[in-house]
Antibody, heavy 117, light 111 residues
Framework: VQLRESGPGLVKPSETLSLTCTVSGGSVSSDSSYWTWIRQPPGKGLEWIGYMSYTGSTNSNPSLKTRVTMSVDTSKNQFSLKLISVTAADTAVYYC??????????WGQGTLVTVSS | QSVLTQPPSVSGAPGQRVTISCTGSSSNIGAGYDVHWYQQLPGTAPKLLIYRNNNRPSGVPDRFSGSTSGTSASLAITGLQAEDEADYHCQSFDSSLSGYVFGPGTKVTVL
């Protein structure tokens, strides 16, 4: 299984960050997997954003819950993240990963999203 | 501020043994939730290194080992090599947050 993130690298403050993760070599419709987003601000540690199953059930970090929406497109074998009302504090490398029995493997290569006007 | 705590850095000479601690609480590691470790080489994405406390994925050298005790976990690297220079992150589940938590990461330097 391989994952690859895609989306704009620059987002203006107060706007919406939108990213997509394309899964290859496997299916997002797997019963045993949850599809996860993680971010890493420059020079800092990892922060779990949330995960979802292909059935649409989701769980997200309480600190981001009000701003996060996740969705899955089984026809394209993709899952997506939307983060509204972004600020400079949302500048980070965003990773998608597969969660299997509570561990994350594999990870995408990551994509840097900068929030700036 | 991370729910799990790790030392910012550890270092050792080639061939030495180093350990990285990951300290949690009664709502995560202490509650029996598994700890997983990831290796992040410079400029790359994290890679699974240890899963379910002490299991190595295929391809990970047996120089890497994990353990847990109480509210803490540890990652040990024996026979330290230059290629082990990286950031190491621990991860678990937290019942208070109902979600996954990471440590802040530990930078390993090979002297």
């Amino acid at each position: 299984v391989q994952l690859r993130e895609s989306g704009p690298g620059l987002v203006k403050p107060s706007e919406t960050l939108s990213l997509t993760c394309t899964v290859s070599g496997g299916s997002v419709s797997s019963d045993s997997s949850y599809w996860t987003w993680i971010r890493q601000p420059p020079g800092k540690g990892l922060e779990w954003i949330g995960y979802m199953s292909y059935t649409g059930s989701t769980n997200s970090n309480p600190s981001l819950k009000t701003r996060v929406t996740m969705s899955v497109d089984t026809s394209k074998n993709q899952f997506s993240l939307k983060l509204i009302s972004v600020t400079a504090a949302d500048t980070a490398v965003y990773y998608c990963a597969r969660e299997y029995r509570n561990w994350l493997d594999p990870w995408g290569q990551g994509t840097l999203v900068t929030v700036s006007s | 501020q991370s729910v799990l705590t790790q030392p910012p850095s550890v270092s050792g000479a080639p061939g030495q043994r180093v350990t990285i601690s990951c300290t949690g609480s009664s709502s995560n590691i202490g509650a029996g939730y598994d700890v997983h470790w990831y290796q992040q080489l410079p400029g790359t994405a994290p890679k699974l290194l240890i899963y379910r406390n002490n299991n190595r994925p295929s391809g990970v050298p047996d120089r890497f080992s994990g353990s847990t005790s109480g509210t803490s976990a540890s990652l040990a690297i024996t026979g330290l090599q230059a290629e082990d220079e990286a950031d190491y992150h621990c991860q678990s589940f937290d019942s208070s947050l109902s979600g996954y938590v990471f440590g802040p990461g530990t930078k390993v330097t090979v002297l």
